[in-house]
């Protein structure tokens, strides 16, 4: 078993924000290299509105392609009630439902305000969990809103105690633009813990979502280990972004996360040399290169 569990988001928040959009078969290809690399949860497709979300419009071609492998879990990331019966359809294996506790992001995000999208997350977990699907809430904005400015990390508390509350098994923090720094995720750890437990104690598995905008997303996530959160997210390449957020670039490259914690003696399940090549093959695909470091200089020693 790794130590630490990489999410592998690259096929749905990596692409999503690309202004190329690949072919099924080419997002078929990258999940198909990214389990043949370890990779064990993937989060593979969003069943948003394809007016909203282009990239994403074939979401159920994806999905009756994937491979189907033990021990892989897809996931699919969802709004409401008809995102969650398009990703049982479609054969997700968990759901992760979004949050914004930002109200101005949120309306952008979802047209709804922050308390009317957590009440419409409970009812989701609610019927994900009674159709046998693993569900996360991922509070999006944690770390600030491109629109508001700080956010209060009371109210980020607050809405992941509601978050437990309202059944989710798994509590993701994002910092969706790429703002935070490692005392926000020393501060949010503790503040959570303490509404929430600890895994270990029966409470909800506590994971990070991070951005590598301002150059701070590798320190945050070295940090959220060191605080002893086990799970992180990560895109093949370090592509990624919001449609919905200015300037919200960058996702933290699985392949450089992989390098840095494996450096540290951590294991994660993902191996580098196969993972590697998949850089290039992103960079072809979307005609430019990806941002990912360690593609470019190779493992060491």
Do not use: W
């Amino acid at each position: 078993m790794p130590d630490i569990t990489i999410v592998e988001v690259s096929p749905r928040d990596g692409l999503q924000n690309e202004s190329t959009i690949l072919s099924t078969d080419a997002k078929v290809e990258l999940i198909t290299r990214l389990v043949d690399a370890g990779a064990r949860r993937i989060e593979a497709v969003s069943f948003a509105h394809p007016r909203l979300v282009p990239t994403m419009a074939d979401a159920e071609a994806v999905m009756e392609r994937v491979p189907r492998r033990d021990g892989v879990s897809y996931a699919g990331l969802i709004l409401n009630r008809r995102g969650l019966d398009r990703a049982v359809a479609a054969g997700v294996d968990e759901v992760n439902v979004v949050v914004c506790v930002s109200d101005t992001f949120s309306g952008r995000n979802q047209n709804v305000t922050a308390d009317e999208a957590m009440r419409m997350a409970g009812d989701v977990v609610d019927a994900a969990r009674s159709r046998g699907l693993f569900t996360t809430i991922t509070l999006a904005t944690a770390f600030g809103c491109p629109f508001e400015g700080e956010i209060d990390p009371a109210r980020v508390a607050d809405f992941a105690r509601r978050s437990v509350d309202a059944g989710a098994q798994e509590l993701c923090l994002a910092d969706t633009v790429g703002v935070g720094a490692p005392n926000q995720v020393q501060d949010l750890t503790a503040r959570t813990r303490d509404l929430v437990g600890a895994p270990d104690g029966g409470g909800p598995a506590l994971r990070f979502h991070f951005h590598n905008t301002r150059n701070t997303g590798f320190a945050n996530a070295s940090t959220a280990v060191a605080e002893g959160v086990d799970v992180l997210d990560a895109s093949a390449g370090g592509i990624g972004g919001c449609p919905f957020a200015p300037k919200a670039t960058g996702n933290i490259a699985t392949d450089d996360l992989v390098y840095m914690l494996e450096r540290m003696g951590r294991r994660t399940g993902i191996d580098l040399p196969a993972l590697l090549p998949t850089a290039d093959f992103l960079g072809e695909q979307l005609g430019r290169r990806v941002p990912a470091l360690l593609p470019r200089a190779g493992t060491f020693p």
